[in-house]
């Protein structure tokens, strides 16, 4: 908690030791020439700590996807550079791949083979050694919860058991970083709590995840720290209660009542935690920082003075608001919709 209130850097306050990075990256680039040259990774900086799940959200055309392609070997960046793990992405992709599980958006599944056909054939296409690689399916199988349907094809599967196989799949060889591209996109509700269970459970054997999504409910559940991008620029980088501290009103509490006391409010707005107080009908409008923690004193102030609550309401910013916040748009509004293209250098 930030004891001033004053309210984090957006992107350098989050400070730990080289030591604890399993990824680092340092000014990267990555420009699309053409007629139009297209610049969609724009001096991006920052470190993954070893073991965290870290959110990497934005718009569409904000950068994410050229970012893990690179990440992964996949595209060599204009310039700058990067680690994963000890190694050099332009020096030593093999490397790299041999440490990283990817699971991309698309489903990549065989869909007419059955679930264990799917992981012997991966197992097998990472050089998993024959003796281990039964046991090692037999124990993803149970992971997922799916034993039972081990030699059924993958075309009777629902969504939500598809994308847990296609996950653990990725994670056959452990992988020390497991790379996770909108893992519940399209997935209803009950599915997508399955999901999740399956990251944590993965997290849990301190497996690193890169978690792209552009559900906000799934980033506040499962992400240590969150990174921000548009444009092709890392705009905010934090934990999710120091992202929230960039909004400058806070959380808002609203209180109920019958009739307002003159000397209660003066005590309330006197609270240095307090950065607005609003009586709109019979309604006290109140925005503080840590909402939860300033609450108990303001009920206390309410008992002190005699002044019962008819109701209670305590909403914090949303990431979807820090956003807002941030960049002036929703997260929904991709460069097309913003700017009538991806951002494009003169």
């Not at 050099?88 to 056909?117: F, K, W």
């Not at 009739?259 to 009586?279: D, F, K, P």
């Not at 609550?309 to 909403?315: A, F, G, N, P, Q």
Request: glycine letters at 6%.
């Amino acid at each position: 908690m930030n004891p001033t209130n004053t309210p984090p850097d957006p992107v350098t306050s989050s400070i730990h030791t080289p030591e604890e990075d399993i990824i680092r990256i340092d000014h990267l680039h990555k420009v699309f020439p053409g007629s139009h040259t297209v610049v969609a990774v724009d001096d991006v900086s920052f470190t993954v700590k070893k073991g965290e799940i870290f959110g990497l959200l934005g718009p569409n055309g904000a950068g994410k996807s050229t970012l893990i392609r690179i990440l992964t070997t996949l595209l060599r960046p204009t310039s700058g550079t990067a680690r994963v793990g000890s190694y050099h992405i332009e020096r030593e992709g093999e490397q790299i791949r041999s440490i990283i599980g990817v699971c991309p958006q698309n489903s990549t599944l065989d869909m007419e083979l059955t679930a264990y056909d799917n992981l012997e054939f991966y197992g097998k296409l990472v050089n998993i050694d024959d003796r281990l690689l039964d046991a090692r399916i037999r124990e993803l199988l149970e992971m997922t919860d799916l034993t039972d349907r081990a030699h059924a094809k993958v075309s009777t599967f629902s969504g939500g058991m598809r994308r847990k196989l296609e996950i653990v799949r990725a994670f056959i060889h452990h992988p020390l970083i497991l790379f996770l591209d909108e893992p519940t996109i399209g997935l209803d509700p009950e599915s997508r709590r399955e999901v999740w269970q399956q990251i944590e459970l993965l997290n849990e054997e301190q497996t690193t995840i890169i978690l792209t999504t552009h559900y906000m409910d799934e980033a506040e559940k499962l992400c240590h720290r969150i990174a921000f991008m548009d444009r092709g620029r890392l705009i905010a980088l934090d934990t999710l209660e120091n992202l929230k501290q960039l909004i400058p009103a806070g959380d808002l509490i609203e209180i109920g009542f019958d009739q307002m006391n003159e000397n209660l409010l003066s005590a309330i707005r006197g609270s240095t935690e307090i950065s607005l107080t609003q009586v709109k009908g019979k309604k006290l409008i109140i925005s503080a920082h840590n909402g939860s923690r300033v609450l108990p004193g303001i009920y206390d102030l309410f008992e002190q003075f005699s002044v019962p609550m008819t109701s209670l309401l305590i909403h914090s910013p949303s990431l979807e608001d820090v956003f807002i916040h941030l960049s002036g748009k929703k997260l929904d509004e991709g460069e097309e919709t913003k700017t009538n293209g991806p951002r494009r250098r003169p």
